[in-house]
């Protein structure tokens, strides 16, 4: 069943169309991929459907509920969360106030604590700092703690745009693991990445936008072994 349904979204920046059309599907339980170029419009779609850009035409809808047109608060209330390029934490406020507002959709506090519990397990740098000012941490631990404040929603659907981005390969590696992680915990993940190589590794399905189309479709396996995409995004 698809818990995130686009259907023939179109976006403009005033007079130049930065999204032609697009189609594509997230089923609940899958880790689907949009890979592309810079410019291809990933990121562009991510905002649409979490409600930061409104589109000039079609439709999105999540969990069967139409959410196109929709405040982003609202649709976080739905049960899905963001992880935006360039982590976008509060930088002047602690590691642990960032967390917690990561949980203002929630009110159980036995619940949200559990949830900062097992953020602090999955991030002990996180704990060991958590009364740190979050603008003095470096990337990779500012990547954790946007990723760690996105789960404190206990997200149906998390989006990821970019995480991987200007970390070292170590980082990167652990960065997939933590999406796997949060993936084997039953949480659909929608990603948007450069390294095409590590995203189509872990993915159910993926889909390939260039220009604001999608080019090309189909298993991450599928997509790994295809030439086109080799030599395009693989430097095969």
């Known amino acids: 069943m698809a818990l995130l349904e686009v259907k023939n979204l179109e976006v403009y920046y005033g007079v130049i169309q930065a999204i032609k059309g697009i189609s594509f599907e997230v089923n609940k339980g899958e880790i689907v991929t949009l890979i592309g170029a810079n410019g291809a419009g990933k990121t562009t779609t991510m905002q649409s459907i979490i409600g930061l850009i409104h589109a000039r035409s079609g439709e999105i809808t999540y969990n069967g509920q139409l959410i196109s047109g929709m405040p982003a608060h609202k649709i976080v209330h739905l049960g899905m969360t963001q992880v935006p390029e360039g982590r976008r934490i509060f930088s002047e406020l602690t590691v642990y106030e ?106 159910d399905r993926a889909y390939v936008l260039e220009n604001g189309r999608i080019v090309l479709s189909g298993t991450g396996a599928e997509l790994l072994a295809s030439e086109e995409i080799k030599k395009a995004y693989l430097g095969g």
């Open 98 to 203: 960032n967390l917690m507002m990561g949980a203002y959709t929630k009110k159980d506090k036995e619940k949200i604590k559990e949830n900062l519990d097992e953020i602090y397990a999955l991030f002990p740098r996180l704990e060991e700092r958590k009364n740190q000012v979050a603008g003095t941490l470096s990337g990779g631990e500012q990547q954790m703690l946007a990723m760690g404040r996105a789960m404190m929603s206990n997200p149906d659907l998390l989006m990821l745009d970019e995480p991987s981005m200007g970390l070292s390969p170590l980082l990167v590696d652990q960065v997939f693991d933590i999406i796997k992680h949060f993936h084997e915990k039953g949480t659909t993940i929608l990603l948007v990445e450069q390294n095409a190589n590590k995203s189509l590794a872990i993915s």
